[in-house]
């Protein structure tokens, strides 16, 4: 029964922030490394940002870096996204991910997730 459900989301002005979460249920959450990936519409799925399941190696799309960090707290079984400097170009659906796979390393590519969230819309307004 893994579940995991987003909190945030929503309209920003261009240059704002805004910080989107997951929250995960039936996961031992630590054993699993986590992703958010984002769609917009005529788009293909594509990677932002990814965490290992401990430590602080973390991992982001170039068109994101220095804007968006990821980050993770296990005490609260949840996934955090704290967005910067947003553009109209960031507006998208975002989904949490995770995985739990041993030797598991292509944190870019959605396919390789097995659990997900059902995405919240975030929008950037010019």
């Known amino acids: 029964q893994e579940q995991l459900v987003h909190s945030g989301g929503g309209l920003v002005q261009a240059g704002g922030s805004l910080r989107i979460s997951c929250a995960a249920s039936?996961?031992?959450?630590?054993?699993?490394?986590l992703g958010w990936f984002r769609q917009a519409p005529g788009k293909e799925r594509e990677f932002v940002a990814a965490?290992?399941?401990?430590?602080?190696?973390?991992f982001y799309a170039d068109s994101v870096k220095d804007r968006f960090t990821i980050s993770r707290d296990n005490a609260k079984n949840t996934v955090y996204l704290q967005m910067n400097s947003l553009k109209p170009e960031d507006t998208a659906v975002y989904y949490c991910?995770?995985?739990?796979?041993?030797?598991?390393?292509?944190?870019?590519?959605?396919?390789?997730?097995?659990?997900w969230g059902q995405g919240t819309q975030v929008t950037v307004s010019a």
């Open positions: 039936g996961l031992t959450f630590s054993a699993y490394a």
């Open positions: 991910a995770a995985e739990a796979r041993n030797y598991f390393t292509t944190y870019r590519d959605h396919k390789q997730y097995t659990y």
């Open positions: 965490i290992r399941k401990s430590g602080d190696t973390t």
